[in-house]
């Protein structure tokens, strides 16, 4: 594999979660986008004459799709040229009716910017190539029993975005990264939920090997429908496996299109391109291309207006406002809600305000027990919001925790119940009577951990000083994690 590099290009296809259609008032979504709980979600529910292909029908054009696109585009610091336009690509398949699709690959609305990653700390640029916005297909099913099949045209017609990549990928790992990085945007933007596990995203990659420092790309194969993370990265390394092995072997890759099989874990084949499909594109007759620019119907300062602080940029700022470490922030501005929690917290903890002396502190304080003491304990839950401790709650343990009237081990330990319950740190304390000790029972405890371990104690005092530490131990559980760390080892030095 050495002498390898692997080069892979993505097309990476995202729902846009605009009210209506691409180009019909038809709704995208159940009401209040419930697939799983809508009953109603029956098939061909969601239809117009316009989106199921009907003669002498027109399109109109969703603005707010457009305006999502040139969003997207901006935020990935890509090129938007003065006009685009939509066309038709013609092909027949049961499940798009009209026997073509709109779409806007050969003059796009988006050109180059891209998005940088970081793998195993070290950063990297993927370049895009193009973002440009189509409308989806319909579904079919086939039915097990039957010698038929069921169309639903629910979907057609939902905007989609394609984003397509520079062949500058060069393994699993970064194709991963940079699908959870857009991701991210994607959600920040509030244009797209982008969950793959529902079919709100998906990618196709191009994955094809040379000999290092070779210019030419080989051969490539399309991978189809990948719908994870984890998909991406394990078909992109079995594949360049693959492709080297058979060169290895002496034979050549075909240009062809394969699919991933999860349960075998490798790449089957579909189908081998001998020439590629041609789709007889040209300008959509109903629709007239888009101008933008400042002044006309699609102005790229206005919705400029629309662009958020986005991930990199929030995780500057809690480095250097809240004194995160370079991981804590990552992990907390790569999601959007757990951004907004954290910095609720922070919003109801006057200790943590600006300008105060332990403000840092502080901050490092709530993205330690967010991080290492709640998010394993809620991986069922999509959003920390739909937790059952509120941000309010959460500031009024790190309060306790900052006034010193619990230790950090106490806080741990009400930190999980406040998940369980939903209760607030202050009732807990109160009910359970879990207080940090007085310096008297403290004293107590630790005369009975050194009458109790006389052993230790001789080897302490024989020079054996990394015993410390078991007595701190000795202390903890003696006192049910109550005992103050600092006072612990102020009385046990004295006393030892
Ligand atoms: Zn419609």
Redesign the pocket.
Known sequence: MQNYETVVGLEIHAHLKTES?M????ATAPKGRDYESSKKDEPNI???????GQPGTLPIANRKAIEDTILLGLALGSRIPDSFNFERKNYYYPDLPKAYQITSATRPPVIGGGLEIDVRGSQKFIELDHIHLEEDAGKLTHPKAGDYSLVDLNR??TPLLEIITKPVLSSGIEAASFMRNLQSILRYLNISDADMEKGQMRCDANISVRKSGSKQLGAKVEVKNINSFKMVAAAIDYESKRQVEAIENGEKIEQQTRGWDSNKGKTIAQRTKEYANDYRYFPEPDLPPFEIGKGKALDPEIINDRLPELPKEKRVRFKSEYGLAESDAHIISANFDLAKYFEDIILHLPEAAEGSANARQVGKMVANLMINEMLGKITGIENIYNSKVTPENFAGLVSLLVQEKITGKLAKIILAKMIKTGKSAYNIVKEEEIEKIDVKSLEQIINGVISGNPHEVERYRNGETKLFGFFVGQVMKESKGQADPSATSKILREKL
């Open positions: 259609k180009f019909c008032r038809c969601r239809i117009c004459p316009i989106c199921t057609a017609g």
